[in-house]
């Protein structure tokens, strides 16, 4: 395995004492986890990545089930987010999905939209139109079926924000698979929506999950996993080069001497990924490189709680994109997480960046916190300076799935499957940015790589 974020630790736990496999990891840099990173912070340990996985899919419950910590998890306290459009905070109406109203009275009630905005919304069961063939970006079909403003209240600042980029250039199958998968049935995303939300299992059990005491205990849970199965982990372990050594296996050249492996899991970012493959499948190589990728700031605050002086009785806002602000997105952390909630102080996650506005990576760190502060005042009225501050900065760490990306992939596999068979890639360069993706990427490359290196008799 090449990469010891969560994909490439999935992936090895996948082939974790599998009978005659011994499974080998390098990992560039000092700790495990990639982007999931829990730090100890205003006496709490915060997470300064991701902060929760999404439990209608399988994969990471799974995961958490296999590694005996899934009756720890917890779902969060408050679910109720706002979006920031022009100088107030208003709540997402109940039942939207990925900010696609489902119910005309909330969406009307809750004032997100402008009288004519929601005029324009309310039609679009009514119009006509095709139903979606192949992918198409996000953003098109919505300004096309909802109009422009609920796409730039209610969708952009959700799906763009969980993927750091404007929803005019992601696809559909990628950061909106329900909702590709409703509009390939009909044409209207309304209807769609409402048949997600009326769909098996929609109803069941919280969206969202974490670990408490943060998502690095879920690391360190697959770390003594593999370690107890004898996989051997390297980290301070980059991988310069990938090379076929002639006889169907292959030379991994990491810091310490090579590894000879019949088969290899590349559980890279995409631009890493390609100077290792490309050399070898220059198709797959132009693929990876022609991958986009947006940075993000994250700028977690601790407040004694008189510096805020309203209620966070929710789980934090999006921020409608074009009005000029640097925040992206502010979670409530200590209102959504019961574990982080500590008398008297008020914890906040804020981040900003997304592709096409690179302000807050040519910011340095006071400054970033100094714009946020005066953004944070604007929007809770926050007063005075904050008790902790913690800068963490996740440069190049969105890819930005074009439309068509999923096609794209499937046709870098088939090269590597025909040039270099037994390499696999996993991770967020593939079919999506979120844990769940990241896992079940990681532990179908290792299936598949073993599969390659001992065809099944
Ligand atoms: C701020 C932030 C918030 C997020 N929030 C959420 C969330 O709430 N929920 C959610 O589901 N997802 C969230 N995500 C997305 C999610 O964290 C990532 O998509 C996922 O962790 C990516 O995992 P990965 O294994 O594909 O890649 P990574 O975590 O990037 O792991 C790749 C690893 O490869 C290593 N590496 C690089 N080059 C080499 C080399 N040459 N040799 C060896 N090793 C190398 C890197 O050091 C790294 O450890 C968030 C991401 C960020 C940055």
């Known amino acids: 395995m090449v990469g010891g974020g969560i994909a490439g630790l999935a992936a090895a736990h996948e082939l974790a004492g599998e009978p005659g496999v011994r499974v080998v990891l390098c990992e560039a840099g000092e700790r495990l986890g990639g982007k999931i990173r829990t730090e100890a912070f205003a006496g709490v340990d915060l997470d300064l990545g991701p902060d929760a996985f999404l439990a209608r899919r399988p994969e990471a419950l799974t995961l958490c089930r296999e590694l005996g910590i899934e009756d720890e998890l917890v779902a969060p306290a408050a679910t109720s987010a706002s979006v920031w459009v022009g100088r107030r905070l208003r709540r997402f109406p109940p039942g939207v999905v990925l900010g696609v109203p489902t119910r005309l009275g909330p969406l009307a009630r809750s004032r997100v939209l402008s009288p004519a905005g929601l005029a324009r919304a309310a039609v679009e069961p009514l119009l006509p139109g095709r139903a979606l063939s192949g992918d198409a970006a996000l953003g098109t079909v919505v300004r096309r079926r909802l109009g422009a403003e609920a796409h730039r209240r209610l969708v952009d600042p959700l799906v763009g924000g969980i993927n750091a980029g404007p929803t005019d250039r992601l696809s559909m199958e990628v950061c909106a698979p329900p909702l590709a998968a409703a509009a390939r049935r009909s044409p209207s995303l309304v209807r769609g929506a409402r048949e997600v939300t ?208 999923l096609a794209r992939m499937a046709t870098a596999e088939e090269e590597l499957a025909r040039r270099l068979p037994g390499v696999t890639l996993a991770g967020a360069l593939l079919a999506g940015v979120g844990l769940p993706a990241c896992i079940g990427s990681g532990r179908a490359a290792a299936r598949r790589a073993l599969e390659a290196a001992v065809p099944p008799a």
């Open 198 to 405: 009326a769909g098996a299992g929609a109803g069941d059990g919280p969206l969202f999950l974490t670990v408490p005491g943060g998502l690095g205990r879920l690391v360190e849970a697959l770390a003594r996993r593999l370690d107890g199965a004898g996989v051997e982990v390297r980290t301070g372990e980059p991988v310069r080069a990938l090379q076929p050594a002639g006889d169907g296996s292959y030379l991994v050249a990491g810091a310490s001497g090579p590894v000879v492996a019949d088969a290899v899991v590349v559980a890279l970012p995409a631009p890493a990924a390609s100077r290792l493959l490309a050399p070898h499948a220059p198709g797959a190589g132009a693929t990876l490189t022609a991958i986009e990728h947006a940075s993000v700031t994250l700028v977690a605050l601790a407040y004694p709680s008189a510096a805020v002086p309203r209620a966070l009785d929710g789980s934090g806002f999006v921020v409608a994109a074009g009005q000029g602000r640097l925040m992206t997105a502010c979670s409530w952390a200590s209102s959504k997480w019961a574990h982080l909630d500590r008398p008297g102080q008020v914890l906040l996650r804020v981040s900003a960046g997304r592709a096409g506005d690179e302000r807050a990576s040519a910011l340095d760190d006071d400054a970033v916190v100094a714009r946020l502060r005066l953004e944070l005042g604007e929007a809770l009225g926050v007063t005075g300076p904050p008790a902790e501050v913690r800068v963490a900065r996740w440069p190049g760490a969105f890819p930005q799935y074009a439309p068509g990306h």
